[in-house]
């Protein structure tokens, strides 16, 4: 029998019957990972009629569950690494660096000093530059603003806490100009708008943000087609996006809820494998053509922040930084392209 006073308390209702005790958990507490509470359980912070059970007990939809306890993390802080850096820009105030695909810019609040807290932007930051900003905390030095793990480009870092607050204070009043480059599936019903609702956390998929919940905050991106693919994969939209706001997974979750996620954004819609779709006999198949007859993928997002434009927390200067997209994005791009011309040429045959 567990004693503790609960530090919340939930009634079980026969709407709940058959749930998992974890899936109820993450359900009922929004503002706490799956992870997190598969912890809890672990630990014996949940009780259940008093007592405590496994993550997949199932509920009956008459139980009482209580809340006993936090996770308790051990303290945890960033790892200098010697980790290749692509610096734009660096002065003593502030560096620009165009982050890769693939890196995450700090380790999340539930990493420990292991593999997962390894290989993070951060921790490259910490290697190359001799001192970066507290504001963040030990875990997010110099970090003014932040990347998803799968997106690229250009990043500004604070390396003293003056300049990260007057660098947090431009972001905050939207004095920060971004601009993004995405290629989406289909073709936009309009060459240009300005997308503005609510984002929010999935109540069921806690990884994923949402516009279909009341709760969140406003977020505004704008958008406008600058090339259109008709390609033998189906159609895509080559986009450049503004953003004013700087919402979590902000354009991904803007362009997904207009039925056109981002290619390679499987968390957002978008297929693993993009499967072809059409293709015309040919007497005489070329290497492009046979090409064109297979799936192609991307094994990251195709969005790219690719300018960046602030003042100079010091200096007050205006001052304007750009980045092309990377060479494995340039290279679906020509893929695309070149199914699109062998499409065309056996369609005038």
Same mark, same amino acid.
């Given at each position: 029998?567990?004693?503790?006073?609960?530090?919340? #308390?939930?009634?079980?209702?026969? %709407?709940?019957?058959? !749930?998992?005790?974890?899936? *109820?958990?993450?359900?009922?507490?929004?503002?706490?990972?799956? /992870?997190?509470?598969?912890?809890?359980?672990?630990?014996?912070?949940?009780?259940?009629?008093?007592?405590?059970?496994?993550? /997949?007990?199932?509920?009956?939809?008459?139980?009482?569950?209580? +809340?006993?306890? =936090?996770?308790?993390?051990?303290?945890?802080?960033? @790892?200098?690494?010697?980790?290749?850096?692509?610096?734009?820009?660096?002065? %003593?105030?502030?560096?620009? =660096?165009?982050?890769?695909?693939?890196?995450?810019?700090? &380790?999340?609040?539930? &990493?420990?000093?292991?593999?997962?807290?390894?290989?993070?932007?951060?921790?490259?930051?910490?290697?190359?530059?001799?001192?970066?900003?507290?504001?963040?905390?030990?875990?997010?030095?110099g970090i003014v603003h932040r990347l998803d793990k799968g997106t690229s480009g250009l990043l500004v870092v604070a390396k003293n806490d003056i300049a990260h607050?007057?660098?947090?204070?431009?972001?905050?009043?939207?004095? @920060?100009?971004? #601009?993004? @480059?995405?290629?989406?599936?289909?073709?936009?019903?309009?060459?240009?708008?300005?997308? !503005?609702?609510? +984002?929010?956390?999935?109540? @069921?998929?806690?990884?994923?943000?949402?516009?279909?919940?009341?709760?969140?905050?406003?977020?505004?991106?704008?958008?406008? =087609?600058?090339?259109?693919?008709? #390609?033998?994969?189906?159609? *895509?939209?080559?986009?450049?996006?503004k953003i004013h706001t700087g919402r979590t997974h902000q354009i991904r979750v803007h362009m997904s809820s207009l039925g056109h996620p981002v290619v390679g954004d499987t968390l957002y819609g978008a297929p693993r494998q993009i499967r072809i779709q059409s293709i015309t006999?040919?007497? !005489?198949? /070329?290497?492009? $053509?046979?090409?064109?007859?297979?799936?192609? /993928?991307?094994?990251?997002?195709?969005?790219?922040?690719?300018?960046?434009?602030?003042?100079?927390?010091?200096?007050?200067?205006?001052?304007? *930084?750009?980045?092309?997209?990377?060479?494995?994005? #340039?290279? *679906?791009? &020509?893929?695309?392209?070149?199914?699109?011309?062998? &499409? $065309?040429?056996?369609?005038?045959?």
């Amino acid at each position: 029998m567990i004693s503790t006073e609960a530090l919340q #308390t939930f009634l079980a209702t026969t %709407d709940d019957a058959g !749930k998992r005790l974890d899936h *109820f958990l993450v359900a009922n507490l929004p503002d706490i990972s799956r /992870s997190r509470v598969q912890q809890l359980i672990g630990e014996e912070k949940v009780s259940v009629n008093g007592k405590s059970e496994k993550a /997949s007990f199932k509920l009956r939809g008459t139980e009482t569950i209580e +809340i006993l306890g =936090v996770v308790e993390l051990p303290p945890l802080r960033a @790892i200098p690494e010697d980790i290749p850096l692509d610096i734009v820009y660096e002065d %003593d105030d502030f560096a620009v =660096v165009n982050k890769s695909a693939g890196m995450m810019v700090h &380790a999340g609040a539930g &990493a420990t000093n292991d593999a997962r807290n390894m290989g993070t932007l951060v921790n490259a930051l910490l290697h190359h530059f001799n001192s970066l900003s507290s504001v963040g905390g030990e875990m997010r030095p110099g970090i003014v603003h932040r990347l998803d793990k799968g997106t690229s480009g250009l990043l500004v870092v604070a390396k003293n806490d003056i300049a990260h607050r007057k660098l947090g204070d431009q972001f905050a009043n939207r004095e @920060i100009k971004k #601009t993004y @480059i995405a290629l989406v599936h289909g073709w936009l019903k309009e060459p240009k708008g300005t997308i !503005k609702n609510i +984002i929010g956390r999935d109540a @069921i998929r806690r990884t994923r943000m949402t516009t279909r919940r009341a709760e969140g905050r406003e977020a505004i991106t704008d958008y406008r =087609v600058t090339k259109k693919f008709d #390609t033998p994969w189906g159609k *895509f939209s080559l986009v450049e996006l503004k953003i004013h706001t700087g919402r979590t997974h902000q354009i991904r979750v803007h362009m997904s809820s207009l039925g056109h996620p981002v290619v390679g954004d499987t968390l957002y819609g978008a297929p693993r494998q993009i499967r072809i779709q059409s293709i015309t006999p040919i007497k !005489k198949r /070329s290497e492009i $053509a046979a090409n064109a007859a297979l799936a192609i /993928s991307l094994d990251r997002n195709f969005l790219h922040a690719a300018a960046l434009e602030l003042t100079h927390p010091s200096s007050r200067e205006v001052m304007k *930084f750009s980045r092309p997209l990377p060479e494995e994005l #340039t290279g *679906f791009l &020509a893929q695309l392209e070149r199914g699109r011309l062998e &499409a $065309a040429a056996q369609h005038n045959q």
